[in-house]
């Protein structure tokens, strides 16, 4: 095993390096847990070790990284509500025009049906903001709330046996190690049913827990710390917004004396354990003006008493039921076994072991389910660039809500991995979206409806903002796709006619007065067009395009589900007139322009022609297989290589193109090029979404339903031969298990949430097939080649059989 000093901030403070000796033997017991992240040394105390190797913890609206120091301990924390910029400031527009710009709109559009394409910086010109200055004022960033940091005067400079864990199972991370033949152990969890962040602290020799705790902010607001009781108190304002702000940290012995300092420190001597409970607010409010809201004292007070008098044992309790609730929901079994080595090192040596790597993969899986339930719980915001961790006062790309994928990929594991409900805050935002959308639509377009662009904050910001990228109004179209596919997965009515429907029929409207006819060929387009963000700023490029159809193809069968024949006539009529953005260029390509002007040697991380193969559903091998094998030459000519999200999306195209050893193949690229030691995706830097696309796609790998058919086992790679899933969801409501062996289909097993009818597609169908309920009686079927059809009972449970298996 590996012996490390510990460099950095730490090592200065303590004026002598940290030596930490893990034992051999000690990790060895731990290695079979197969959800299970260890490191044998603590995460450097700098924004280096923050991102790459600190082990997050969340209940949806809060954060914490866990660094893992000896002497030293640093629990970094966030609130997604804490956010610099918005109407707190003075001329905050909602990315909106300062005055208005009479003919700017048609003036780009008549140099674009002239020129053919324009510089996307001739379009931010005319359309778009100057940058602030600085560039962030009004737009804002997410910023870190602060530090819990903890000093142990008594510990010494060496310790053995040490671990830094984090059990995804059960959403609790822990560090142990021992100092002078005492074991000390520190147990940190975030509770949504409580709202707080919980921490144990003890040693199991009485007298043992000896520290000083503080909370420490980042200089960018005021702030005054008191202590009182027991319980740290740091409030105050940012200096941008004046946000108010306010972190609790309660700290309760059991033994030893407590001593409230006058500097807001709290001091225990000699305890034998100690728990910490922390609590944090803003005064923000998701209410469109002026998301301001009250004051955060007395709510926070109320919610860090409460928990506090649950005692730690219930907190712990309560929190693992509802993690489990969640997180035990989706099982997957890839065959494989993690060796007795740290995760750093298994990712290390990742491709050298079979039963290793599956094991990191399913472990990898799995981290992407743990991720969305820690960043995204319902009553929070939604998961941003970095779902609810950020150590940074300027994070990168202000850890925002970019539109034109990344918010989306966040959720797509939402669904198919038995989520649902993790979504909530996705539809609240762009619920949220619609009013201040309305004013955006009307100034710069003279449009009804709502539109949203490219780059958001937590300020209802739906302008275009200052750079050539950020001009995208196809991006609210976009999200409420993902609205409509809750209810596709779900089939939930009430929602679908609350919900969904209404934005869905005001994004509709937007476009129904965005969209041209194109003079070349009688088509509707929009213009102006850009392939996100890449290329020329043109009329009908093919996202936008693909986007289109299929928001007025869900439009026109959700107006039918409801009722409403007048708006299905409607989208109708735009799908009759729509350029669908599907063409097949010169070298084979689909064209990314509606013109053919694609250059092959182009290898940019966005794909974003590809729309209509992931997430969208108009092109497929099964299908349309001449446009698929256009779509594979696009993506060739991409290559493999892109960031961590853009691999992560490949991942899923392949899936799609139901080439399983290619979506295995970015997969392993994903894995050992662009994941960090905490298993953290990076683009670099750390982006979240990237976790988010690979669960995702690794899913597809295993499930498809985006064609009203179940497909079973439809990419998967042959590195997958042996292994089971169970608690899959697709379309139609049904949730899905399947078992195989030696690359084939052994048993899928399936329970309906509604009655009606169901077709499964595999090729193990081909040889016949048993199908039966769950207490083995036989079921009618009718079988097509590779496809079993049946009709099913709501909360019916079956068993679909392959010949000879």
Request: avoid cysteine.
């Amino acid at each position: 095993m590996k012996k490390r000093l510990l460099a950095g901030p730490i090592a200065l403070a303590l004026g002598a390096a940290l030596t930490v000796v893990p034992a051999t033997q000690a990790q060895a017991g731990h290695a079979a847990q197969p959800y299970t992240l260890w490191y044998d040394e603590p995460a450097p105390d700098t924004n280096e070790g923050w991102e790459t190797r600190s082990l997050p913890i969340g209940n949806g609206a809060m954060g914490a990284t866990v660094f893992g120091g000896v002497q030293a301990e640093r629990l970094q924390f966030n609130d997604k509500t804490l956010w610099t910029g918005g109407p707190g400031v003075s001329d905050y527009t909602f990315g909106n025009w300062d005055t208005p710009r009479p003919g700017a709109l048609e003036a780009i559009r008549e140099r674009i049906w002239k020129e053919g394409g324009i510089s996307p910086n001739d379009v931010l010109a005319a359309l778009g903001h100057k940058s602030d200055t600085p560039r962030h004022r009004r737009f804002g960033a997410y910023q870190s709330f602060g530090d819990v940091r903890l000093a142990f005067p008594d510990l010494p400079a060496q310790v053995a046996d040490y671990r830094r864990e984090l059990d995804i199972s059960r959403g609790v991370a822990g560090v142990s190690f021992t100092a002078g033949g005492v074991r000390h152990t520190r147990e940190y969890f975030a509770s949504a049913p409580a709202g707080v962040v919980a921490a144990r602290l003890a040693a199991d020799r009485p007298g043992g827990v000896t520290f000083t705790a503080r909370i420490a902010v980042p200089a960018n607001r005021s702030a005054t710390a008191t202590a009182a009781a027991g319980r740290i108190t740091v409030k105050g304002a940012l200096t941008s917004n004046a946000m108010a702000y306010e972190a609790q940290l309660l700290v309760l012995n059991q033994g030893g004396t407590r001593t409230d300092n006058p500097d807001g420190t709290v001091t225990v001597t000699g305890a034998d354990s100690v728990v910490l409970v922390l609590g944090m607010g803003t005064d923000y409010a998701p209410d469109y003006p002026t998301y301001k809201g009250e004051d955060p004292h007395a709510k926070l007070t109320t919610r860090v008493n409460a928990a506090a008098a649950r005692g730690y044992a219930r907190l712990l309790s309560a929190h693992r039921a509802d993690h489990a609730a969640l997180f035990d929901r989706v099982r997957l079994d890839l065959g494989g076994s993690l060796p007795a080595v740290p995760t750093d090192d298994v990712l290390a040596r990742y491709g050298t072991d079979p039963a290793a790597d599956r094991a990191l993969e399913q472990l990898f899986y799995q981290y992407g389910r743990y991720l969305l339930i820690a960043s995204s719980r319902p009553g929070s915001l939604p998961a941003n660039l970095q779902g609810v961790w950020n150590v940074l006062e300027a994070p990168p790309w202000q850890s925002d809500y970019h539109l034109n994928i990344n918010l989306q990929m966040n959720y797509w594991p939402a669904e198919m991995t038995n989520l649902a409900e993790l979504a909530e805050p996705l539809h609240a935002y762009v619920d949220g979206l619609r009013e201040p959308g309305r004013v955006t639509a009307k100034q710069m377009f003279g449009a009804d409806g709502w539109v949203a662009h490219h780059a958001s904050n937590i300020f209802g910001h739906t302008g275009a903002w200052d750079h050539p990228a950020y001009f995208f109004p196809e991006s609210g179209a976009w999200l409420v796709l993902q609205l409509y596919d809750h209810y596709r997965f779900t089939l939930d009515k009430r929602f679908l006619k609350r919900t969904a429907y209404p934005i869905m029929k005001e994004a509709a409207a937007f476009w129904h007065d965005f969209l041209q006819t194109d003079p070349r060929d009688g088509k509707l387009v929009a213009i102006p067009s850009r392939s996100p963000e890449i290329g020329p700023t043109t009329a009908g490029a093919a996202m936008s395009q693909q986007i289109l159809w299929h928001l007025f193809t869900d439009l026109r069968e959700a107006a039918e589900l409801v009722g409403d024949r007048k708006e299905a006539a409607a989208a109708g009529d735009v799908l009759a007139k729509l350029d669908p953005g599907l063409r097949i260029g010169r070298w084979g390509q689909l064209q990314e322009w509606k013109e053919d002007i694609d250059d092959p040697a182009e290898t940019h991380r966005h794909v974003s022609h590809l729309f209509s193969v992931h997430p969208g559903r108009q092109v497929s091998p099964r299908t349309t297989p001449g446009l698929a094998e256009a779509a594979k030459i696009s993506l060739n000519a991409r290559t493999d290589a892109g960031t961590g999200w853009s691999k992560a999306w490949k991942i899923n195209f392949w899936a799609r193109l139901l080439d399983g050893d290619r979506a295995h193949k970015l997969l392993g690229d994903q894995l050992q090029t662009s994941t960090l030691a905490n298993l953290w995706d990076t683009h670099p830097p750390f982006q979240i979404d990237g976790n988010f696309g690979a669960t995702s796609g690794m899913t597809e790998m295993l499930l498809q339903s985006h064609l009203e058919v179940i497909d079973l086992l439809p990419a998967l790679p042959a590195a997958w031969a042996d292994g089971s899933v169970s608690g899959l969801r697709a379309r139609g409501a049904h949730t899905v298990g399947l078992t195989w062996t030696s690359g084939r289909l052994s048993e899928a097993r399936l329970t309906a949430d509604e009655g009606g009818t169901v077709t499964l597609r595999s090729d193990a169908f081909r040889g016949g097939v048993r199908v039966t309920t769950d207490r083995g009686r036989p079921v009618a079927y009718t079988a097509d080649g590779d496809t079993v059809t049946f009709r099913t009972r709501p909360g019916g449970d079956y068993r679909i059989v392959p010949a000879g298996r």
